[in-house]
Every structure is written in structure tokens, then in C-alpha cells.
């Protein structure tokens, strides 16, 4: 009776039992040498694709903003084999603190198209001058294409008066008591570009004071309050 050693060394002979296996020794370059490496290796590349997968995700961090989805408009085409649909979105976004911005975008699919629009809104971000970071410094009006809309600043406790479109926006650039009110249009599109038009008329007491070369307590004692008021309301003026 042959002895095991001379088994296992004689060429094509199945090898010894290893964890419950049975291999075969099938000579160089070939068999479980080459198969396992390769197994391995796809074990080991899955391996890296997931922690590079990981690592992506880890990098997407940014400041977070408020997105408001406003509107979405489903179109048709009808072709050959039937009909062809697309979806619009419009969305606004803001950080909450006096930025804000809106954007649209088209797509076959409602997410790929509302994701379209928040990364046009984040480009096209644009800061509004708030008084005491809660309300508008003073009334404006804005007008686009038959939308015109009026925004007026408004005491604590007031709240946003606004519907629609208009809400979305001072939600997101973080007002917290104004009046608002539209006229000559529902359109949101229209709505949404007047609005921002009203809002990039905005201009801070500060801002004039350094244009004129003046001192804000100084504009503000034309409105015929008293030396102490004025101070303290300059002070009182963050932007």
C-alpha cells in the first residue's frame, strides 16, 4: 500500500484533504492557482470599488440649503409610437441667512429634471440685505412680464403673508415677517422673476451711508427720530 506522501507527490494524482476540499494537482499554471488568484482579486477589486464609492459621498458635503420645490409642468409629444412625455421643474433654494436663488430644468424623469433646477438655483444664488435678520429694510416692487408683485417690510410677529411662489422664496432666504401681494399673473415663472426683482432693489442703510460717505445714524435722523434713536438704530443694523 502506497504511502500518502507518495500520493500527493505523484503528477495528476488528487491531492490531500484540505478543510473539507478535495483539489486536484493538476501541474504548474493551471487549476486552483490561477482560479483562486483570479477570485481573490475580484474579491479584493470589489472591495476597493465600495471604499472608493464611500469616499465620493464623504466629499459631497457643503453648507446646507433650503430647496423649495415650486412647480412642476408635464409636457407631451406625440411621435411615431405614441407619446413622448418631459417634465419641467422649478425649484428655489436658500441657506436660510439672506441668500437665496431659483432655477429650472427639463428631463425625461421628474427627479433628473428637479435636480436640474436645484443645480441652476445654487448657481444663481443672490444675497438680499435683511433688517435684523427677520424682515426687509424697506417696501419694493418688482415686475416681470405680466407679474407684478409688491413686498413690504412688516413688524415681529407679523409672519409671511404670501402664497404660492412668493412664500417659497422668503421661506427659504430665511424672512420671517413680510407682506406681500401679486397682481396681473398666477404664472409661477412670472411670480418667481418679479419677486426677485423686488428683492434685488433691496439696499441697507449701510449701504447708502458708505456710498454718500455719510454715517448711518445720520440717514436715519432725516426720518425725524432723535439722536439716541437713530444711534441705537444704527447699531442695531447688521447689514
Keep these: 500500500m502506497a504511502d500518502e506522501n507518495d500520493i500527493q507527490a505523484q503528477p495528476g494524482a488528487p491531492a490531500a484533504v484540505e478543510g473539507g476540499e478535495q483539489f486536484e494537482n493538476r501541474g504548474p499554471g493551471r487549476g486552483r492557482g490561477r482560479g483562486g488568484d483570479r477570485n481573490r482579486g475580484e474579491r479584493g477589486g470589489r472591495g476597493r470599488r465600495d471604499d472608493r464609492r464611500g469616499g465620493n459621498r464623504d466629499e459631497e458635503q457643503g453648507e446646507e440649503l433650503i430647496e423649495k420645490l ?41 427627479p433628473e429634471a428637479i435636480s436640474k433646477a436645484t443645480a441652476s438655483a445654487k448657481k444663481a444664488m443672490v444675497r438680499v440685505p435683511l433688517k435684523e435678520g427677520r424682515t426687509l429694510h424697506h417696501d419694493g416692487l418688482g415686475h416681470f412680464g405680466a407679474g407684478k408683485v409688491t413686498v413690504r417690510s412688516a413688524p415681529a ?83
Design 70 to 110: 415650486v412647480h412642476i409642468n408635464r409636457v407631451s409629444k406625440t411621435v411615431k409610437g405614441g407619446k413622448r412625455f418631459g417634465f419641467a421643474a422649478l425649484v428655489v433654494v436658500g441657506d436660510g441667512k439672506g441668500r437665496a436663488g431659483f432655477g429650472h430644468g427639463k428631463a425625461r424623469e421628474v
Design 157 to 239: 410677529g407679523t409672519g409671511i403673508i404670501a402664497g404660492g411662489p412668493m412664500r417659497a422664496v422668503f421661506e427659504s432666504l430665511g424672512v420671517a415677517d413680510v407682506v406681500t401681494k401679486s397682481n396681473g399673473t398666477s404664472n409661477p415663472y412670472n411670480m418667481i422673476r418679479a419677486t426677485f426683482a423686488a428683492l434685488g432693489e433691496q439696499v441697507s442703510p449701510k449701504a447708502v451711508a458708505q456710498r454718500r460717505g455719510k454715517k448711518v445714524a445720520d440717514l436715519l435722523r432725516r426720518g425725524g427720530a432723535s439722536a439716541e434713536v437713530a444711534q441705537a438704530d444704527a447699531e442695531a443694523i447688521a447689514e
